[in-house]
């Protein structure tokens, strides 16, 4: 009897083998970073790393919800090994049967709660994933211990637009503290299965050290906490409006700036001003 999707995981699977083989080709090459994943982890401590440390694309890569197993086929194509997770339990008991003979392992877990530590590095990850739970998958990951090499995803276009646009967002930029950003291939609606509401995309992200220090965002998220207001009326809890407008001017800050102006690093020169 053939599967059929879950609608309530927001489960709608891409079957276009060119646009498959595309996020594994993605996923699969390119993967240079000055910091491994071992390096990386002591790097968040030193805040430095060796550019000796040069990573060549590993064989092994942790999917995300494989569904049917599309994706999983062009995984398997180019990586040594699949560790695929799959919330499903129907879908996660079929997976290993289309695939006799591989290096296939498939996890029947809910992402959210698996354990990254369990997985040796270096490692990729890639996905088709539900669109509601884009931001803590994606945040799961740039904050895991033993951080992917690279994290290759097919999100929600207008999602995948927003994280790498000028304009920032509270999401935006915890992703851009952790992560180098890229834009991948715009998948239409119509090559699912059932076809979603809206356009999907391929997001790219190549881990990195911390720009700032975590404790920056106690202020970024006081400044989206009205993201349309100008952001010195957002701070304005703070400090006075007095040192405030002294503050900005002394770190060079348009007084009329909206919180979707700024980038992370000077979010960081203003938490060092009003708050440390």
């Known amino acids: 009897m053939a599967l059929k ?51 060549t694309a590993p064989s092994l890569v942790v999917e995300i919800g494989p569904g049917l197993g599309t994706l999983t086929s062009s995984l398997l194509k180019r990586f040594d090994k699949v560790i695929a997770v799959e919330f499903d339990r129907r879908l996660a008991e079929n997976l290993p049967k289309s695939f006799p003979g591989k290096n296939l392992e498939v996890i029947n877990a809910d992402f959210l709660k698996f354990d990254l530590g369990t997985i040796a590095s270096p490692y990729v990850v890639a996905g088709n994933i ?42 935006s930029l915890k992703v851009k503290n952790r992560a180098k950003v890229e834009l991948g291939p715009v998948v239409l609606r119509n090559e ?17 050290v911390p720009e700032v220090d975590e404790s920056v965002f106690k202020l970024i998220n006081l400044a989206f906490s009205m993201p349309r207001k100008k952001l010195i009326h957002n701070l304005e809890p703070l400090k006075s409006k007095e040192e405030l407008v002294r503050i900005f001017n002394e770190n060079d800050i348009d007084l009329n700036v909206r919180p979707s102006d700024l980038h992370i690093k000077d979010y960081q020169k203003l938490f060092r001003s009003v708050i440390m």
């Open 130 to 171: 539900p669109y509601y739970i884009t931001s803590p998958i994606i945040e799961k990951l740039i904050t895991a211990e033993n951080v992917p090499e690279k994290i290759v995803l097919l999100i929600q276009k207008e999602v995948a637009e927003r994280i790498a646009d000028e304009k920032e967002s509270v999401l």
């Open 5 to 55: 999707n879950n609608k309530s995981l927001g489960q709608h699977w891409l079957k276009n083998r060119e646009i498959l083989d595309t996020i594994a080709k993605i996923a699969s090459e390119g993967v240079v970073a000055a910091c491994p994943s071992d390096t990386l982890r002591a790097a968040l401590a030193k805040s430095s790393c060796s550019a000796e440390h040069i990573a």
């Open 192 to 208: 699912f299965t059932p076809p979603p509401k809206v356009d999907s995309q391929v997001i790219i992200l190549t881990p990195h």
